[in-house]
């Protein structure tokens, strides 16, 4: 039997495992709702992504896409009413892939988001990070 000294000084157990950075991916996250971006701002810290920009409009994201570099992005669908097709589009032609979210049902979205992969709002952190 241990006595309670060695019990009192034996290293702590690890509850959580850290999980191994993506090599610091750098993301690109469109997103209108402050909460949902502030989630996924800690979402992507946690799983060990570095959010290079953020935008809460159309020309920011495209002001981003014009001077920074990214691995991948995150749009919302509508972001302030407006459909987020000019930054797809903008990101397919760069070759850099992305993951739209929508709080909408699927079968409201355009055809040339269908093949893309898609997070239903208000998704987990696992959720996000089998997409990523």
């Not at 959580?16 to 949902?36: H, Q, Y």
């Not at 020309?59 to 097709?85: K, P």
């Amino acid at each position: 039997m241990k006595s309670a000294a060695r019990r009192r000084h034996r290293k702590p157990r690890k509850i959580f495992e850290a999980r191994p950075p993506p090599r610091g991916k750098r993301v690109l996250v469109v997103e209108d709702d402050a909460m949902i971006c502030m989630m996924l701002e800690d979402m992507l810290g946690e799983l060990g992504y570095i959010i290079a920009a953020e935008a809460a409009r159309i020309d920011g994201a495209l002001e981003a896409l014009r001077t920074g570099e990214f691995d991948l992005a995150i749009l919302d669908i509508n972001v302030g009413g407006e459909a987020i097709s000019p930054v797809a589009e903008a990101l397919a032609a760069r070759g850099t892939p992305f993951v739209l979210t929508t709080g909408h049902a699927e079968r409201g979205l355009p055809e040339l988001y269908r093949d893309r992969p898609m997070l239903q709002k208000q998704f987990r952190i696992d959720s996000l990070e089998r997409m990523l």
